[in-house]
């Protein structure tokens, strides 16, 4: 799913100029991945914002939960930025609001889908494991 949302403010933000590494922590699986950003490939995907956490996660399949379709109506790509905040835009309004529907806050928590890394220094980012989408677990 792709889009943007036109009842939020757009996010301020700078693509990188040059390559940077994400390690991803997924601690529902124990699993950590560290990918290599290549700024000549963003976007990866069609989900978030271009160069944002979903769009880089997406694009090295690794699977990050986004029900909204990564156009910031939705808590369930919540991510907590343990390393390399600094060079991350600055959150909106819009994403705090849906920030604050997100299980396990931290003052580190970003909307992996609005959050997009310049490229001046490496980041880790943890996927937390309590991020579910019912639809998908709920027999039918």
């Given amino acids: 799913m792709a889009g943007s949302n036109p009842y939020i403010t757009q996010a ?5 100029t ?8 997924l ?6 991945r560290e ?13 978030g914002l271009p160069g944002s956490i979903l769009d880089i996660a997406l694009g090295h399949d690794i699977d990050m939960e986004h029900t909204c379709g990564g ?3 939705c ?6 930025i343990r390393q390399g905040m600094a060079a991350c835009n600055e959150a909106t309004e819009d994403e ?3 920030l604050e529907q997100a299980p396990g806050l931290t003052i580190q928590s970003r909307l992996s889908c609005q959050c997009v890394p310049d490229g ?3 980041l880790v980012v943890e996927i937390p494991a309590w991020n579910r989408n019912a639809v998908k677990e709920t027999p039918h």
């Fill in 96 to 98: 705090e609001d849906q």
């Fill in 71 to 73: 156009v910031c109506a």
């Fill in 27 to 32: 601690l529902e699986s124990g699993e950590t």
């Fill in 18 to 25: 040059h390559p940077y590494k994400i390690l991803f922590r």
């Fill in 75 to 80: 808590s369930t790509c919540h991510s907590i």
């Fill in 120 to 122: 001046t220094m490496d």
């Fill in 35 to 47: 990918v290599e950003v290549d700024p000549a490939h963003i976007p990866y995907q069609r989900s």
């Fill in 12 to 16: 301020r933000t700078k693509l990188p």
